[in-house]
T-cell receptor
Framework: KQEVTQIPAALSVPEGENLVLNCSFTDSAIYNLQWFRQDPGKGLTSLLLIQSSQREQTSGRLNASLDKSSGRSTLYIAASQPGDSATYLCAVEGGYNFNKFYFGSGTKLNVKP | NAGVTQTPKFQVLKTGQSMTLQCAQDMNHEYMSWYRQDPGMGLRLIHYSVGAGITDQGEVPNGYNVSRSTTEDFPLRLLSAAPSQTSVYFC??????????????FGPGTRLTVT
């Protein structure tokens, strides 16, 4: 069974700092990996999707990388802002079972003004 | 496009009661799924469907039933609610034309409490 782990569970940084969130998965036979943002009491908003054949994907201040062979992905946030405060979740599709998505438990980010 | 919609937003049930959580999407997506999210945990897949008339189990299917009679709707039924089913439930949808590139889109969630 695919296991997805996110470290750290929580992170507090001052505004303006660059930061990295980590996601690891146990089975490298994935179709894609998706990063989401979740605000308190809300649903999930997709940030970036990396295909299994890609190494990285960028959107604005966000850059996500994927190393399938080592089972790792990172989400890099440049010049963090208080509005970036949220929980960030990664999810992989595939592994032992396709059509199934496996989520990490998330990293709760707090960016202090 | 309304995207993925869920009703109700909040629900309180007594143990043993049954209810149906509604999910609808207007993007003509083949794939729809239900997740539950418990405090401090990621989302866990309950059931999913790859098209009308086709459903399958996810990680935590016990106590839940689904059916998919149309492309747009994917209701989740709790047959006999238990306190362990207290959670936030999310519905999601996506196309499956290209598995590598198609993102999942999520509804706003239903917060369910079973007393």
């Amino acid at each position: 069974k695919q296991e997805v782990t996110q470290i750290p569970a929580a992170l507090s940084v001052p505004e303006g700092e660059n930061l990295v969130l980590n996601c690891s998965f146990t089975d490298s036979a994935i179709y894609n990996l998706q990063w989401f943002r979740q605000d308190p009491g809300k649903g999930l908003t997709s940030l970036l999707l990396i295909q299994s054949s890609q190494r990285e994907q960028t959107s604005g201040r966000l850059n996500a990388s994927l190393d399938k062979s080592s089972g790792r992905s990172t989400l890099y946030i440049a010049a963090s802002q208080p509005g970036d405060s949220a929980t960030y979740l990664c999810a992989v599709e595939g592994g032992y079972n396709f059509n199934k998505f496996y989520f990490g438990s998330g990293t709760k980010l707090n960016v202090k003004p | 496009n309304a995207g993925v919609t869920q009703t109700p937003k909040f629900q309180v049930l007594k143990t043993g009661q049954s209810m149906t959580l509604q999910c609808a999407q207007d993007m003509n997506h083949e794939y729809m799924s239900w997740y539950r999210q418990d405090p401090g945990m990621g989302l866990r897949l309950i059931h999913y469907s790859v098209g009308a008339g086709i459903t399958d189990q996810g990680e935590v299917p016990n106590g839940y039933n689904v059916s998919r009679s149309t492309t747009e709707d994917f209701p989740l039924r709790l047959l006999s609610a238990a306190p362990s089913q207290t959670s936030v439930y999310f519905c999601a949808s996506r196309t499956i034309r290209d598995r590598e590139t198609d993102e999942q889109y999520f509804g706003p969630g239903t917060r369910l409490t079973v007393t």
